[in-house]
C-alpha cells in the first residue's frame, strides 16, 4: 500500500496540535469546571454551527484570503472535535473511530491507489469506479434506490443538484441544454398564470417557483456549473453593487431610503462599469 507520510517533525506538529484542541474540549464539556454552555450541548444543537461554520469556510475561499480559510477551517475542525467529544461521553465511539473509519472508506473508493498491482485510471474511470462502490455500499446498507441516501438534511440547492445527478447516471435527463432553456420558459408561464389568478393561491405559487428554481439547478449542472458557487458568487456580485449605490447616493442629495428607484437604477449601472 502507498503510504504517505509527513516528515518526522511536521507529523509531531500536527499531533501536538491535534491533542492541543482535544484536551481544550475535554475542559470545555467538563460538567464541573467546564464551559456551561459547551458542557450542554447535544449533536442537535451543534449540527445547526456545523452548518454555518461550513459556509463561512466555502465563503472564505470564494474570497481567496488565506487567513481567513485557515481560521474557518479552524472553525470546521472544532465542530468535528465537538460531536467526536459528545459521542466519546456516550460511550458510542471517538475522534480515532471517526479518523479510521473516513480513511477505511477512502482507501476502499481508490483501489486503484492503494493497491499496488491496480491498474491506473483516467478521473473519468476514477469517477465511474467511485459511484460504482458507492452505489455498492448503499446496497449493503439496505439502500438500493437510485435516490436511496441522498441526505434529506442537506440545503435545497444542493440536494435538488445531488439528485438531479442520480437521476442523470441511470439516463433520466434531458438530452440538450436547449430542451432545458423550453422547460424554464414553461415553468416561468406556469407561474405568470398562478399570479394573474384574482385569488392567488400562494401554495401553487410557492410550488410554481420551486419548479422553477429546480430547473435552474439542471441548467447549473448541464452548463458544468456548481449552482451554489454561482449564486455565492452572484450574492457578492449584488452586495458590491448596492453598497456602491449606498455610498454615491448623495450626489443626489438623497439617503438610500428616499431616492427613487431610478436614482438607484442609474448608480447600478455605474457599478456595473466601475467594478
Request: aromatic share 6%; hydrophobic share 40%.
Amino acid at each position: 500500500m502507498n503510504k504517505i507520510t509527513p516528515p518526522a517533525d511536521d507529523r509531531a506538529r500536527q499531533d501536538a496540535a491535534l491533542h492541543r484542541i482535544i484536551d481544550i474540549m475535554v475542559r470545555l464539556r467538563d460538567p464541573e469546571t467546564g464551559c456551561p454552555w459547551d458542557a450542554k450541548q447535544t449533536f442537535e444543537t451543534i449540527a445547526p454551527y456545523t452548518i454555518e461554520e461550513a459556509y463561512e469556510t466555502a465563503d472564505a475561499i470564494s474570497r481567496g484570503n488565506l487567513d481567513d480559510i485557515r481560521d474557518e477551517l479552524g472553525d470546521l475542525l472544532l465542530q468535528v472535535i465537538f460531536q467526536a467529544r459528545i459521542a466519546e461521553e456516550a460511550g458510542q465511539f471517538d475522534l480515532a473511530d471517526i479518523a479510521d473509519s473516513i480513511s477505511d472508506k477512502m482507501i476502499k473508493r481508490h483501489p486503484h491507489i492503494f493497491n499496488d498491482n491496480a491498474e491506473r485510471l483516467t478521473a473519468e474511470g476514477q469517477k465511474a469506479l467511485w459511484e460504482e462502490i458507492k452505489a455498492d455500499e448503499r446496497a449493503a446498507k439496505g439502500k438500493a434506490g437510485v435516490l436511496d441516501d441522498v441526505a434529506a438534511g442537506l440545503p435545497p440547492m444542493l440536494r435538488a443538484l445531488k439528485l438531479q445527478k442520480r437521476a442523470a447516471r441511470v439516463g433520466f435527463d434531458w438530452p440538450d441544454f436547449q430542451q432545458l432553456r423550453d422547460k424554464l420558459d414553461e415553468e416561468l408561464g406556469e407561474l405568470q398564470a398562478e399570479l394573474n389568478q384574482p385569488e392567488r393561491d400562494t401554495t401553487r405559487i410557492a410550488d410554481e417557483v420551486g419548479d422553477i428554481l429546480f430547473v435552474a439547478v439542471n441548467i447549473a449542472r448541464k452548463a458544468g456549473i456548481d449552482p451554489e458557487t454561482a449564486l455565492l458568487s452572484c450574492n457578492n456580485k449584488f452586495e458590491k453593487r448596492f453598497r456602491y449605490i449606498e455610498e454615491n447616493i448623495d450626489k443626489y442629495g438623497k439617503n438610500i431610503e428616499s431616492a427613487s428607484l431610478d436614482e438607484m437604477e442609474q448608480l447600478w449601472q455605474e457599478a456595473k462599469q466601475s467594478r
